[in-house]
């Protein structure tokens, strides 16, 4: 199994264990995505496995749907995508991207790889549970962003700039001088550190 299959398993298995914390009160919760409830959160993670899906000409297998069964519809969104980490031939397979022509293994660690633990503090903090990025996601996920062209940045914090209705982050929220890493890179993503339901 290839380090990106391993690292997607990792934060695939963390956001899951959120799903299954969440009560079934608290699916209407309102996120710290302004626009999202905690269910709304999951069905769009369910929906960026369907967009790593498409350039290989496939989409998500039958499932509940989020509004049925939010754990159920993750489980096999999350299998459908493994299917490809554990492929070699269709991983190993380019496709045409907003950030350039890479393959779809690159694709799934760059994007929806990256959206979990991001998301997962989202879910996380919507439903009162412990919120705490792996440390190891936040040191990737800020040397990702650091390495971002300011007018790649400029065009994530445009809305609609990669399609109707799709926000890539926020507006930058200012972080204290001594946040800690993981509060300064949901702050430059767009969200507030300080957020509560």
């Known amino acids: 199994m290839s380090e990106t299959a391993d690292r997607y398993r990792r934060r695939a298995d963390a956001f899951e264990r959120k799903v299954v914390a969440v009560r079934p009160d608290q699916w209407a919760n309102p996120s710290p995505c302004e626009k999202w409830t905690a269910r709304q ?10 967009v790593m899906l498409r350039p290989l000409g496939r989409s998500l297998s039958p499932a509940p749907s989020v509004d049925e069964d939010p754990l159920a519809a993750f489980r096999a969104a999350r299998a459908d995508v493994e299917a490809i980490l554990d492929d070699p031939a269709l991983a190993g397979q380019e496709c045409d991207t907003p950030s350039g022509r890479v393959t779809a293994e690159q694709h799934i660690d760059q994007v929806v790889s990256e ?26 996920a800020w040397a990702a962003m650091k390495a971002l062209p300011a007018e790649l940045v400029e065009k994530f914090r445009t809305p609609g700039a990669f ?6 982050f926020g507006p930058e929220v200012k972080a204290e001088e001594d946040a800690s890493p993981q509060d300064k890179l949901l702050a430059f993503i767009g969200r507030d550190p300080r957020w509560r339901p």
């Open 163 to 168: 399609g109707p209705d799709v926000e890539v």
């Open 115 to 140: 959206d979990l633990p991001l998301h997962g503090w989202d879910l996380a903090r919507a439903t009162g549970q412990d919120d705490t990025i792996d440390p190891e996601d936040v040191e990737r």
């Open 41 to 50: 959160v999951v069905r769009h993670i369910l929906d960026m496995h369907a």
